[in-house]
């Protein structure tokens, strides 16, 4: 089983659908969860950062943690064609040196 | 505020050519790393560093080489460039585990290198 799983996609909506994107993982350890965005041909940026487990809303943005099921969710809310890109999901155990990422998976939001 | 920088964009290199992928950080992060991105693969570590004069392997090193002589800078090292080391190659920086208020930090990536061997 690996580490981290993630669908890879693609995922097509259409504008202004909720989007949900998800990650489950088998290494009970992790206790830090990020969610990446990577347009084409740039670098992954970070959109949402959460500690343990909960909620955490940031604009149209939702990140959820389950650790009991060991699965996390992002929801986009009012999704827009701008939204289209690959998200990946990582995440990392106290002290550990390195981030585990999903392979990510591509969003489509379609006008 | 630059963020991490990596140059050169784009280089086709011919098999057994050697080059070095520069990447620097404004952030005054401890931590960096360097990854490669595969379609469909995600991305894979190839070494870390936790601070100037120290490097370790990640999950795939073999063909690579790094040193980190400062706290800005990380260069990647392809000694003889192989076909199978066609790539996007992505450097990142962070504040590291266990620091500050988040706990272990997220990182910054840079904007990639295209790295194509022909």
């Known amino acids: 089983q690996k580490e981290v799983e993630q669908d890879p996609g693609p995922l097509s909506v259409p504008e202004g659908a909720i989007v949900s994107l998800n990650c489950t993982y088998s290494n009970s350890a992790f206790q830090y969860f990020m969610w990446y965005r990577q347009y084409s041909r740039k670098g992954p940026e970070l959109l949402m950062y959460t500690y343990s487990s909960g909620n955490k809303e940031d604009g149209r943005f939702t990140a959820q943690v389950d650790k009991s099921s060991k699965y996390i969710s992002l929801f986009i809310r009012d999704s827009q064609p701008s939204d289209s890109a690959t998200y990946l999901c990582?995440?990392?155990?106290?002290?550990?040196?390195?981030?585990?990422f999903g392979k990510g998976t591509r969003l489509h939001i379609l006008p | 505020n630059a963020g991490v920088t990596q140059t050169p964009k784009f280089r086709i290199l011919k098999i057994g050519q050697s080059m070095t992928l520069q990447c620097t950080q404004d952030?005054?992060?401890?931590?960096m790393y360097w990854y490669r991105q595969d379609p469909g693969m995600g991305l894979k570590l190839i070494y870390y560093?936790?601070?100037?004069?120290?490097?370790d392997k990640g999950e795939v090193p073999n063909g690579y080489n790094v040193s980190r002589s400062t706290t800005e800078d990380f260069p990647l090292r392809l000694e003889l460039a192989a076909p199978s080391q066609t790539s996007v190659y992505f450097c990142?920086?962070?504040f590291g585990a266990g620091q500050g208020d988040w706990g272990n930090q997220p990182q910054h990536f840079g904007d990639g290198t295209r790295l194509s061997i022909l």
């Open positions: 952030m005054n992060h401890n931590y």
């Open positions: 990142a920086s962070s």
């Open positions: 990582a995440m990392s155990a106290p002290v550990d040196d390195k981030i585990i």
């Open positions: 560093s936790v601070g100037a004069g120290i490097t």
